[in-house]
């Protein structure tokens, strides 16, 4: 996981040229009217921007892995509290479904999780987040002192192959 202000020079470098130029261009021209699942490079970039809300509880919240894409985060309006799990942390939790090959995902439930050695943070517009494959995410839960409030994210899906040439 890497957490920073912005989209990070740092948070790009990871990422080969064309999908750092393809994730310019689309913040470059995007509205907040910009709502929608689209690819920018094929299935090695996707973009999804979309409208939630923060959960209250942790019992509603979801712990999110994924194998083959990198999620690079942010939200445009709102502000959700996120948790970083080690994929040493997973073993103990619930899966939800089984995994998931075509969105690349599974979902565990939050009965018994042990956040201590998580890695916690707020997420804000100006900020930004980059999960890796195997690190569990927890988003969308409320800031402390406040409700249900809604969001709306920005989700970059990279392929994590990519990363390597």
Known sequence: MIYCEGIDVVQMA???????KAIYKFWSEMTLTSLGNRQLLGEKLTVNVFDT?????LAEAV???HRKYVDLQTVLTGEEVCYCLPFS???????????DVQKDAQLFQTDGIDLERATRFTLRPGRSVVFFPGEGHLCS??????????????VFKIAADSLLS
Do not use: H, M, W, Y
């Open 14 to 20: 990871l990422f080969p040229q064309d999908v750092r």
């Open 53 to 57: 809300a923060t959960n209250a509880s």
């Open 63 to 65: 712990v999110e892995i």
């Open 89 to 99: 942390e997973l073993g103990g939790l619930k899966p939800r479904a089984p995994f």
């Open 141 to 154: 839960l409320c800031p402390t002192g406040q409700g249900v409030r809604p969001l709306r994210k920005v």
